[in-house]
């Protein structure tokens, strides 16, 4: 779905500013409303079974949560990186290529998508793991159009932005195997697998992709796609699941 929503790039086709936060908005409602209805809710309903206890359960979440938000906040400070608006974060990249620190910008964001749709497969539970599957996919699309989009603006050609915004992409099934590999290897960490994907995604939406969508003046209209993409995914766990 990186790769589909990176193709009109092929055909000339640019997306204006709005455009872009719209669908930037759209995609942060998506990972919205997966980290609660396929994720945390999930992850709280597991633990309190083990447990037998909702305090347990929800403490377990509380610190799920927070282990994964600090993970992708480490890595947003250990790793050099470059966003295609703020420039580069992170430790000091030396002589890297600047292209190199787009791509691992995407990485920090796209491996706790994967480890999210790999937890949820790996939980036993195939209604789960596909709302989590289709509701990514269908964020990774205007990311992948972001990504494709803002490297023709830097002077790359059409086929290699297209090709770069899908190997973006390609992190998540490795995200998704080291996910399903976790929890299918030890039971007990499904409620912790779960929340820990929560609060890494929670982190980037609240870290980049909200404040990003709001800084060219379309707040409203990205506010806009954030509800209809947090409905949307809300819909499809509601009736998936």
Known sequence: MTGVGA???????????????VLLGFAAGVMLSASFFSLILPGIEAATIRTGSEVIAALIAVAGIVLGAAAIALLNESLPHEHFVEGREGADPGAMARIWLFIIAITI?????????????????????????????????PEGLAVAVALRGLGYGRGRAVGIALLTGLVEPLGGLVGVAAV??????????????????????????????????????????????????????????
């Open 7 to 21: 193709l009109p790039v092929l055909f000339g086709r640019n997306i204006t500013r709005y455009w872009n936060d």
């Open 109 to 141: 964001h796209n491996v706790p998508e994967g480890m999210a749709v790999g937890i949820g497969f790996g939980a036993g539970d195939v209604a789960l793991g596909l709302s989590l599957a289709i509701g990514i996919g269908l964020q990774n699309a």
């Open 184 to 241: 299918s290897m030890a039971a007990p960490l499904l409620p912790w697998g779960l929340t820990f994907a929560a609060g890494a995604m929670l982190y980037v939406i609240s870290h980049e992709i909200i404040p990003e969508t709001h800084r060219h003046g379309h707040q409203n209209a990205a506010t806009a796609g954030l509800i209809i993409g947090l409905v949307l995914m809300m819909f499809l766990d509601v009736t998936l699941g």
